[in-house]
């Protein structure tokens, strides 16, 4: 049952990450440009003797690290080589570190910017743990619910009133 519901929020977790922030097209704008970028370094570096570059694949093992910053890509022969890589360093970097910080900005601010989604969720979690209230428990939460639904129907009188 545990499982199950972890499941649930895991998979409510990627579609609100997919759904309401730039991760899905940036991760998709990284993935063109890394294929672009890398099909033109090998164009430049494929017929140069001595280039570390001389397949597609080796392309796009270049084009991984070296926007990665993990400092193991090859230097370009060429200028016009180098000039691409440096772009895409710059470009690729910011697409990829600016995913990852947009995506985290946006998730947890959310909630901020959009009070009665956060307030729904609350509750849809808390209602997954009802099986879980002795009778006690539930006698408030009814309560609780009671009034609730007594200050909605006040609020809907008033916003008619005054519509």
């Given amino acids: 049952m545990e499982n199950k519901k972890q499941r649930t929020r895991f998979k409510r977790f990627v ?3 997919s759904t309401h922030t730039p991760f899905t097209k940036m991760v998709l704008l990284l993935i063109v ?11 430049l570096e494929r017929d140069i003797e001595g280039a570390s570059i001389n397949s597609y694949g080796e392309a796009l093992y270049w084009g ?3 926007f990665s ?3 193991i890509a090859d230097k ?21 570190f600016g995913a990852i910080v947009a995506t985290v900005t946006t998730y947890f601010m959310r909630p ?3 009070p009665h989604k956060k307030i729904i969720n609350t509750i849809e979690y808390n209602l997954e743990q009802l099986n879980d209230l002795t009778i006690d428990e539930l006698d408030l939460l009814k309560e609780t619910v009671d009034t609730l639904i007594t200050h909605v129907e006040q609020l809907k009188r008033k916003r008619s009133i005054t519509e």
């Avoid at 440009?33 to 164009?43: C, D, N, P, T, V």
Wanted: hydrophobic share 60%; aromatic share 12%.
């Fill in 15 to 17: 579609k609100d990450i």
């Fill in 33 to 43: 440009l890394w294929l672009l970028f890398s099909a033109g370094m090998y164009m």
């Fill in 69 to 71: 910053t993990a400092g």
């Fill in 112 to 114: 901020m910017q959009r």
């Fill in 64 to 66: 991984v690290a070296a």
């Fill in 76 to 96: 370009p022969i060429s200028g016009t080589a180098q000039l691409i890589g440096g772009l895409w360093i710059v470009i690729g970097s910011v697409l990829f």
